[in-house]
């Protein structure tokens, strides 16, 4: 995940406004910068015949901090733009290779050409944060420029590099580690049951379903209706069989508490905003660390046979520091490791985006742990993702 987030808690953080710039200069921004035309060639016809999206919300999403402007207060300003420079926004747009696939006020869906022919990147955003990705998912199909006539690939996972890249894929080493617990010749064939909490644009879960090799049922939470929605309309979870795809739209901390099933793998995808003393973590939110809650972890995951945990981990170095060692000293019998890599947000501050995994019960876990669950990955059917730095919490 980028910092954007899959579900923050039971709501979202209130943002600071900031002092507003009126309508001079308001369209200036762009998502991406247009590629150059050969000489002479046309831009590509527009076959859709669905009326497109208004661009008023993704007009004020791209420029609002350029101009110093709440996004609030750019989708105030931009109900004043004449009707002209918004058509001109979404040709620029699609000279860069994008196309406007669905927006409202608060998200917004994009397509962006990939490379292969044929194929599109499509990205869920929450507006008030549109540099970040919050889903992401690999579109096939659509001749024409009609976003509806493209299906997305649920078979391939979401990206981990590239402008519409997401940290989520990180998340899904925990099936690899649940497989690494089972005791040497045990195939476990009886079918995993994965819960995801804050499940966004559902790619990951929706991933799972498809990509794994052993049977499944997995069970996706999100709070918003908005972003289920968008889930069942443009990112295709509507075309996965209920009884191998659940989606529950609910909080979060709440669905965990009336829990009762047991769970084999648990991804958290939680994020709540600056947190700590002095803003040291963005995700988890603070009441996932919070006793109470790993109190259910402790009684549903690994109950009747090995299983893991992975928290998607947005903090400074400290404050990973901090949830590594609250995971790995509340699940003293655990084992934890942390997967992390770094890079700098928009305010050029170091966050280091990680995922602490957390194995409850089975085989100690020992030797280079990367390789083996790496293979781990590819014999459950999915891609490895340990490239990044892995080492145990001691």
């Given amino acids: 995940m980028k910092p954007q987030g899959g579900q923050r808690g039971c709501g979202r953080p209130n943002r600071e406004r900031k002092p507003g710039k009126g309508t001079q ?11 150059a035309r050969a000489p002479g060639a046309a831009a590509p016809a527009r076959l859709c015949t669905a009326p497109p999206p208004a661009a008023q919300w993704l007009a004020a999403a791209a420029t609002h901090r350029g101009l110093g402007m709440s996004y609030d207060e750019a989708c105030e300003t931009v109900q004043a733009l004449p009707p002209a420079l918004l058509a001109q926004f979404e040709a620029d747009l699609a000279a860069a290779g994008q196309q406007l696939v669905a927006s409202t006020r608060e998200l917004t869906v994009l397509d962006t050409e990939a490379p292969a022919p044929g194929t599109w990147l499509r990205s869920l ?3 008030a944060r549109l540099d970040y990705v919050q889903s992401c998912v690999l579109v096939r199909g659509g001749g024409g420029d009609c976003p509806a006539d493209r299906v997305p690939d649920h078979s391939s996972a979401p990206p981990s590099t590239g402008a519409t890249a997401t940290h989520l894929r990180r998340l899904l080493n925990a099936v690899g580690l649940q497989r690494l617990l089972l005791p040497a010749g045990d195939p476990d064939p009886a079918p995993l049951r994965i819960v995801v909490l804050g499940a966004g644009g559902c790619t990951v879960p929706a991933h799972l379903a498809t990509a794994l090799r052993h049977p499944a049922a997995v069970e996706a939470v999100e709070i918003s209706p908005a972003v289920v929605e968008v889930a069942h309309e443009w990112f295709g979870i509507s075309t996965i069989p209920d009884e191998t795809l659940r989606v529950h739209t609910s909080c979060a901390l709440e669905w965990m508490r009336c829990a009762e099933q047991p769970i084999d ?3 958290i995808d939680l994020e709540s905003g600056a947190s700590g003393a002095s803003g040291e973590i963005r995700a988890p939110p603070p009441e996932v660390l919070a006793p109470a809650f790993l109190s259910r972890i402790a009684a549903l995951v690994g109950r009747h046979k090995p299983g893991a945990v992975a928290v998607n981990t947005i903090a400074s170095e400290s404050g990973l520091g901090h949830v590594a060692s609250t995971l790995s000293g509340f699940f003293a019998g655990g084992q934890a490791m942390v ?5 700098e947000t928009e305010e050029d501050t170091e966050w280091i985006h990680a995922v602490v995994l957390l194995g409850l019960g089975g085989v100690q876990v020992s030797g280079v742990l990367a390789e083996k669950l790496a293979v ?8 490895s993702q340990t490239q990044s ?3 145990p919490i001691l």
């Fill in 25 to 35: 200069g308001v369209m200036r921004a762009g998502l991406r910068r247009p590629r």
């Fill in 125 to 127: 955003h929450f507006n």
């Fill in 265 to 267: 793998v648990l991804l």
């Fill in 339 to 343: 997967l992390h890599d770094s890079e």
């Fill in 376 to 383: 781990a990955m590819e014999e459950c059917g999915l891609a």
């Fill in 389 to 391: 730095d892995l080492r």
